[in-house]
């Protein structure tokens, strides 16, 4: 099962995945950007494999994009746990 079949398992696997760009360096406003480009490229090239990412993938599609950053944002916060306006 890959972690992109559940949605647990998904948001576990972002969560670890931003825990380490944070232990090499990487800033808040940096992952939030390198997340909208990868919420972009998901959007365009992988079908959802759940209800979640179907969501997801409907709200990315009708986003501008000052509305797809705030998604991408909101993303890192939900597998983050922390409040990334403080930093």
């Given at each position: 099962?890959?972690?992109?079949?559940?949605?647990?398992?998904?948001?576990?696997?972002?969560?670890?995945?931003l825990?380490?760009?944070e232990?090499?360096?990487?800033?808040?406003?940096?992952?939030?950007?390198?997340?909208?480009?990868?919420?972009?490229?998901?959007?365009?090239?992988?079908?959802?494999?759940?209800?979640?990412?179907?969501?997801?993938?409907?709200?990315?599609?009708?986003?501008?994009?000052?509305?797809?950053?705030?998604?991408a944002?909101?993303?890192?916060?939900?597998?983050?746990?922390?409040?990334?306006?403080?930093?």
């Open positions: 099962m890959s972690v992109l079949d559940n949605w647990d398992e998904w948001k576990g696997f972002l969560g670890s995945r825990r380490h760009a232990e090499k360096g990487m800033k808040g406003g940096a992952i939030t950007e390198i997340a909208t480009e990868i919420g972009g490229y998901l959007a365009e090239q992988v079908e959802p494999k759940n209800a979640e990412e179907k969501v997801l993938a409907d709200l990315w599609n009708v986003a501008s994009e000052e509305e797809r950053h705030s998604i944002s909101m993303m890192v916060k939900l597998v983050d746990g922390r409040d990334r306006d403080e930093e």
